[in-house]
């Protein structure tokens, strides 16, 4: 028998959201403690959605709890960011290529390249770039690969959060982005994998300088 997820009290699920949109975008940044009954006041509600929201984020790896600490935004790190990529670069550039060969439309990657050339500020272009990602290998037709991408997905923007902070690099990594579709929309499937690669990997690497193995290089 198949069971069925709990849903999320409404009240859990947007205390949940806002609190990772304010992480992701380093309104909150690592390190930060987060009080419940802070947080509580600023959402205005009891400290019990504040309390499962943070569990939830804890599960995903975007804060950590510590019986000396209490909850505090996840630090980042070398250690850290090269177990993130290391799953990117393992899984992300086969999604898509998968995809690539199946046909799959990637509409829906060209519609956020629009919205983060578009955007106005840094938390709408973050969540574009990250939406522009999962277009791409989410219909690879594996259902549990996606899954799998999705896991790291939050920890992967927390990253680059960290380093768009110290180093932006929007226009480099649009025009990557940009060629990464290209090479997708014309049915080379192996070449917007190798575009994609080295697009995660030239990444980290400038944000965290010899992070990578010569397992993650090219």
């Not at 304010?22 to 390190?31: A, C, D, K, N």
């Not at 509580?40 to 950590?64: D, I, M, N, Y």
């Not at 500020?121 to 277009?135: I, V």
Request: aromatic residues 4%.
């Amino acid at each position: 028998m198949t069971s069925v997820p709990t849903p999320i009290p409404s009240r859990t699920q947007y205390v949940l959201e806002e609190i990772k949109r304010r992480i992701l975008t380093g309104r909150l940044t690592p390190g930060q403690a987060l009080v419940e009954t802070e947080l509580a006041a600023q959402f205005g509600v009891s400290k019990t959605p504040v309390r499962e929201a943070l569990k939830t984020l804890a599960g995903t790896g975007l804060v950590v709890m510590s019986q000396y600490k209490g909850v505090t935004v996840r630090m980042v790190d070398a250690d850290m960011a090269r177990e993130v990529y290391d799953v990117r670069l393992l899984l992300e550039p086969e999604a898509l290529k998968r995809a690539v060969r199946r046909g799959a439309s990637l509409d829906a990657a060209r519609d956020a390249l629009t919205r983060a050339d578009d955007a106005t500020d840094t938390a709408e272009r973050s969540l574009a770039n990250r939406e522009f990602h999962r277009s791409l290998y989410l219909p690879c037709g594996n259902p549990l690969l996606g899954r799998m991408l999705d896991e790291v997905r939050d920890q992967a923007a927390l990253v680059s959060a960290v380093a768009w902070a110290a180093s932006p690099s929007w226009e480099r990594e649009a025009g990557e982005h940009r060629e990464i579709l290209r090479l997708a929309l014309e049915g080379d499937g192996d070449g917007a994998a190798r575009a994609l690669h080295a697009h995660i990997a030239s990444f980290v690497e400038r944000a965290f300088p010899g992070v990578l193995d010569e397992e993650g290089q090219e």
